[in-house]
């Protein structure tokens, strides 16, 4: 008998189809793993297993749990024993207001029917077996996101389902953290079945199994993990897999002027009377592309603010080595629609900019260009166009300015992996032809060796 | 900037414009005024000399009502002005121009705060009885807090957001910043606040009346009328019933506008 | 069986025992409900008297009949003996306070002392001393014969307290009076509970307790009256009596009082000097439209200042008609035109004047609204001011107001000559009246009436008033007050007092 | 803890001297002789006359200048005096603690009837949906759209006149809170039942309340558990402020139900120019304001105290 077993299942909005037919049949110890970007469906196919989709969509085909057929509302009383779903972001899937050993607790005991005392045992000992005794008391926002994560698969698996659908289960955690989270879940499968969902290719390639790779809604590819991660056959696998930092190119190195830009001693950064890194010392030369890591909440984007001088340093000196007009001091931000206001069109913003500075509107063409960037693209304001467009947007604004020294602030973490590598890579060259230093933050170590001379890592 | 509309909104708005072009234009659809009382013809019910009847002094509803409308429209329009000025100016002042100043508003704002607003008005409307202008300064007087609290949430917001610190790092000055950051993100709150602000300086004026405060004879007025006439409830319901309708519907159609996508 | 009967009745009987109210709490049943407007702010009888005599806790020495004449109160006789020098009254000798005490001369005395020192009624009254002369009699002392000073002993302000009331600043502390009933419960300023005294001099009430509640607003006082949560409503709003005449359980009681609704005048308004100006802003009401259409008592309509039952102040040639066409000749021939906006203007000047009312009489701020519009038929811009009472004696004062509509009570004190004085007699005036009226002889003529002792030339001498008033204008009277007030059936025996001094609750019964 | 108390006590201080100054000035501003006013409160509208203003300008020393009334009333609040009302004489302690007591009453009485109503009803509109959350949604905004005495109004002839069950004004019996206090509910129950509803639609949209129910938990389980707690922090917040300006529409229910409360005393002093009963009065409300949103804030942080420390 397999655990899971779903014949053409289909999502419509109403006479929209979301979702081509899928099928897959899945057996006990057996896992599956979706590979997709962001929007390609892959959630509504979690959703649609589970019958918990909006009532607004409509599925068709059949699920069978466990040898029974099953539709959505039946599919219900599955929940938590039988079948039970990870949720992308474990920081808003846990009760903000209760702490973490409480929700594990009534799990074991509302769930799995245990009594309280068993229930509360067996939840102590499930945060031991996960390292988090000590923060059981702990609400959401006190735990980091990895912690959160191991809660809540800790959740999701005490109610005894062998059958678990992981959506998205490492977005957004650091490296280190995603592959703890990973490693527990394999350890969770072998008892069931694992089904996970995810755009990343590094987890797809460490749970491996049985895979699917869908796009828009449809099935592109299928087989052994493994095999498709070696050889794609779709030429969409295989630009997903390029797209992996792991496998970009060798950086070339930059043409070193050894002319300093800053001398940075000793520096203590934070906020008010807590800092967060403390005797900080490097250098900076012109033209440099220096990468910048470190577990998050340790001070990467304090220390930009703190070199950008928008922040007082707590201690220690920064000394900048070349005299250079405040606006050629600049920073990417993270999130580009967060910086760039949303009120006027992207050309009224180029037209404030190239005014209040009286830049040569002749430089703009062959830069725009070489960003990429339209014409057209600029009538529109920042909710118009996308992410990677708007990022490049920024950098067109920044260069134009004749930056020294930019800090980049992971400015391509919330793009898809294609983007990524092309943003990362145009905004590395860009300012290496122009002689301006950068700092490049990131949580990807793969990123960070890809593209930078060196590297400073915070955490240490 | 363009606003879109709701249906709510778009509902609420043009209530709002059937009400204004009545105000406007309706007391010029019959003869007279709202002033002129014939004492033998008193609560006569509607019919086609008057199309609303007559009050108790045997006035012409129609054109009392649509005076009574356009007082309350001037003043919630007054209001809504004076105090979104106000309390925009020193929301965004507070936020961005030191802590002092911050502190002092502050202090102000928690001092009206701590008196209901009510009795500040009921105070002021005592130092000139029956002025319009004087409840206008009260109410717009209270008023401004919203707009002021709001403002400075939001400018607080964003003074340390990624995009004014860009336009900062761009070299921009405060006035820019305003223009392109700090205006584009309260203007839509500002809609919703406004829009509640008119209900709501309409209903005060109303209550105003209820206790005698507010505007004095003849002029017609929402709730000075809805005290009048009650006495009359049994006898001539119809006319406790146009001043309490129409107010509902003004105020009615103020909160729909103000009604975004949230609720 | 036998047992069981008798301690059924036994249980039967104590049961009825316990639900029977020996002197129990105020209830439902065995309580009138009475509402009015009036607040009492403290229990002090010169501040809110009023209020304890018409609830019968406190008396006077004198009342008042229905026709205004003396009657003996807590005095059974009085004598006016040297020339009117002295007043000796006679005192009841089976009085007892409400806390037990004896009403000695020496405790009237002190209680007469007190109020002759507070504001109120008893100011300009020309007393030298006031003495006990034996247990039954006291004398009170006048340097100058004083005609109304019998109408000032029947005022509220004249209520005889027990010694112990008086707290050392000569306020009463507590209301220990010698009426049918005793205070069983006071919350200032809104409500009284009044219980009934057995050991009361005169009628011993039937009714256990009486309760009076302040509503302020006429709307809610209406409602109670409707739904029979007053017993008796006084002070009704006019528009709502027609309402309340088709229910059942009502009744209505429409009382005439010597009350008047009168335009307060500034006689040396430029506008307004004139007695042509005056006759001409009286001429322009529309007295009977303003009876009938606000007040509902079309015969209330009057141009005189005093009502016809006080013959010797009503004169009897008067038409109360509304003549628009002769009014604006007599302004025209003052020289006032008509502008293009149909307003009066003179040399420039436009007709405009304010008028203060207040709003806590409910027919005033409408008849307010009426004379507006009627003298706006005119020409003459009427600017309306809802205000505080107060706003009319302050604005005597300081010769700021132009015109004030009041409802002035003539009855105060029972003989209307006491008020006239006090409105007529003062150097610009009176507060409640004439503001700068020229008229030097009224004002010799009426106090040639304090000592005027033959009724018939004292008739005469008071037409004469009547009469200047009435042609002259320094006040122009629009209605006299009707009070309506709702009587629940399940009471009889009520009666209204025109002086407003007691609500007689005493002659009242259960409907059985 | 010890930080937000001393902080708000600091609040408190300031706020009592900032709102009795403010009204003792806006009080003096205020046209008209003050001595006729309270003598007319004092020996009713019809007795005040020039002599009675006269004696009452010379009893209560108003010829005296406003600083150095000021200054008096100033020295006064140091003791914890308030004063003596100008009309009765009474203290003004004493009277303010008798009509806050009715206010207050009235206030809690009205805030319990809201939740009453508005928790349930909220919460039904949110699970249910449909035609339930649309009725509900009209009758709320007919609610907001007239002023609260019109409540009351409608009230009264509904309850006391056409069917004759309540009492239409006075104070003394539970039965006369009864209308008063639901006229404040219904007004405050028009708001409150659609912030539960907007509050309950977003927890029960969230994604820990899905995933409560992902893990197993039945759905009064998944509701018990983390939605109550979840919904009752923005909703105890909003209580909170809809507490604290409750004085607002008190005012007009007192006046219309002859309720002897602080609102109707107030307006009623204002009218008066009863000036220390005013300033104890404005001050009392002033305090209260303070200590109703110390105690809020207290509440909101026992039941989330995600914002960390009390301060």
Known sequence: MSLIHIENLTVWAGQTELLAPMSLTLEKGQRLTILGQTGSGKSLLAQAIMGNLPSSLRTEGKVTLFGDEVNAKQRQRFWGHRISMLPQEPWNSLDPLMGAQPQLQETYQLVAGQSAGEARQSADYTLALQGLSDSGHKRVDQLSGGMAQRVAIACAMAGGASVLLADEPTKGLDVSRRDQVVEQLLT??????????????????????????????????????????????HAFTQALIEADPVNWPAPEPSTQTDKRLLDVEDLTIGYGTSALTKHLSFTLDEGEVVGVVGDSGCGKSTLGDTLLGVQQPLGGRIKRQRQAAVQQWQKLYQDPTAAVSRAVSLRTLLEDTIKLHNIDRARIAPLMQQLGLTDALLNRNSEGVSGGELQRFCMLRVLLLDPVFLFADEPTSRLDPVTQRDVSKLLVDVAKQNGCAVMLVSHDPDLIAKRCDRVINLNH | MSISLTTTQKSGAALLLLLIVYAVFGPMLQEGDAATQNLSH?????????????????????????????????????????????????????????????????????????????????????????????????????????????????????????????????????????????????APQLFTIAAFGAANAILMMASLGFVYVGIQPPLAELGLMIVEHFPYYSDAPWLLAQPLILLALVVLACQLMGRGRTQ | MRFFTSSLAGAISALAL??????????????????????????????????????????????????????????????????????????????????????????????????????????????????????????????????????????????????QAYGEDNLAREAIGTGPFSVYQIAVPHRLVVEKFDDYWGKVAEIEYARYLTGHRAEARVLQARSGQGDIVFG????????????????????????????????????????????????????????????????????????????????????????????????????????????????????????????????LTTVATAIQDQWRQLGVKLNVSITNSSAIPAGHADDSLDTALMARNYGVIADPLGSLLKDLGGAKGGDWGTLNWDNQGIKTTLNELLSESDPSVYRQKAQTVAQALYDEKPLIPVASYVQQTAVNKRLEGFRFDPYERSYFLNELSWVK | MRALLLKRLLQLVAVSW????????????????????????????????????????????????????????????????????????APVTEQIWHMLGHSVLLALAGILLSILIAVPLGLASAFKGGWLDRVLLTISTALRAVPVFVIGLLAVIMFALEWNL???????????????????????????????????????????????????????????????????????????????????????????????GIGHGLAHAIFARDIPLIQGAALMMGVLFVVMNTLVDIACHYLDPRGGQLS
């Open chain 1, 188 to 233: 969770q499968s072998e008892q069931g079945t694992l089904i996970t969902i995810t755009h990343d290719v590094a987890v797809a390639r460490k749970i491996g199994g049985h895979m699917m790779v869908i796009k828009a809604g449809e099935l592109v590819e299928e087989g052994d993990a493994e095999q498709i991660l070696k050889a794609p056959q």
């Open chain 2, 42 to 186: 008193i609560m006569t019910a509607p019919n086609s000399e008057f199309w609303l009847g007559t009050d108790h002094f045997g006035r012409n509803m129609w054109i009392r009502l649509a005076d009574a409308l356009q007082l309350s429209l001037m003043m919630a329009g007054l209001c809504v002005l004076t105090s979104a000025i106000i309390g925009v100016s020193a929301g965004v002042l507070a936020a961005t121009r030191g802590r002092w100043l911050d502190r002092g508003l502050d202090a102000i704002v928690t001092m009206i705060l701590a008196l209901p607003g009510l009795v500040l008005v009921l105070i002021f409307a005592a130092i000139v009885p029956g002025s319009f202008w004087m409840l206008y300064v009260a109410i717009s007087l209270i008023q401004w807090i919203e707009y002021f609290r709001v403002s400075r949430a939001i400018t607080q917001r964003l003074t340390h957001s990624p995009e004014v610190q860009s336009s900062k790092l761009m070299g921009f000055g405060q006035w820019y910043i305003f223009r392109r950051h700090y205006w584009p993100a309260i």
């Open chain 3, 18 to 163: 316990a639900t029977t109210p020996v002197n129990a709490e105020p209830t439902d049943q065995n309580t009138v409900k009475i509402n009015a407007a009036f607040e009492f702010s403290s229990i002090d009888p010169s501040r809110s008297g009023y209020v304890f005599t018409r609830m019968q806790i406190f008396e006077t020495l004198l009342n008042v009949d229905n026709q205004g004449n003396l009657t003996p109160g807590l005095a059974s006789a009085w004598d006016i003996l040297e020339g009117g020098h002295k007043w000796r009254l006679s005192l009841r000798d089976d009085v007892v306070y409400h806390n037990d005490t004896p009403m000695t001369a020496d405790s009237v005395v002190k209680a007469l002392r007190i109020a002759t020192e507070k504001p109120g009624a008893w100011q300009g009254v020309p007393v030298t001393s006031i003495e006990v002369v034996d247990a039954q009699h006291i004398d009170i002392n006048l340097s100058q014969p004083f005609q109304p000073l019998g109408a000032i002993l029947a005022n509220y302000a004249s209520a005889i307290l027990a010694p």
């Open chain 3, 236 to 363: 009704l709003d006019p528009a709502a009596v027609p309402t309340l005449k088709r229910l059942p359980n009502l009744e209505i009681i429409r009382s005439d009082l010597p009350r008047t609704l009168v335009v307060k005048v500034n006689a040396s308004h430029p506008s307004m000097d004139t007695v042509e100006a005056r006759q001409a802003l009286s001429l322009a009401l529309n007295r009977r439209g303003i009876a009938a259409a606000v007040l509902r008592a079309p015969e209330a309509a009057t141009a005189q200042i005093l009502p016809a039952y006080m013959a010797d102040w009503h004169v009897a040639d008067t038409s109360v008609e509304q003549d628009l066409e002769q009014a604006k000749a007599l302004l025209q021939a003052q020289g006032w035109q008509t502008n293009s906006d149909g307003w009066l203007e003179k040399d420039g000047q436009r007709f405009e004047i304010d008028m203060i009312t207040y709003a806590d009489r409910p027919e």
């Open chain 4, 18 to 89: 900032g709102v009795g100054t403010l009204t003792f000035f806006l009080m003096r501003a205020l046209p008209g002789d003050m001595a006729y006013r309270i003598a007319a409160s004092r020996y009713g509208m019809d007795a005040v006359d020039n002599r009675a203003a006269d004696m009452v300008r010379a009893e209560l020393g108003l010829d005296q200048s406003a600083w150095s009334a000021y200054w008096q009333w100033f020295t006064d609040l140091l003791s914890w005096n308030l004063g003596n009302s100008l009309v009765s004489g």
């Open chain 4, 166 to 260: 309540l009492p239409v004004a006075g104070f003394g019996t539970p039965a006369h809170l009864v209308l008063p206090a639901l006229t404040l509910a219904l007004s405050l129950a028009a708001i409150s039942n659609r912030v539960v509803h907007t509050e309950a639609r977003r927890v029960f949209g969230s994604s820990f309340f899905e995933f409560a129910r992902m893990k197993g938990l039945s759905p009064s389980q998944a509701f018990m558990r983390h939605g109550a707690r979840n919904i009752a922090v923005p909703v105890v917040a909003f209580l909170g402020i809809q507490l604290i300006t409750v004085v607002e529409g008190v005012v007009m229910i007192e006046s219309l139900f002859s309720w002897p």
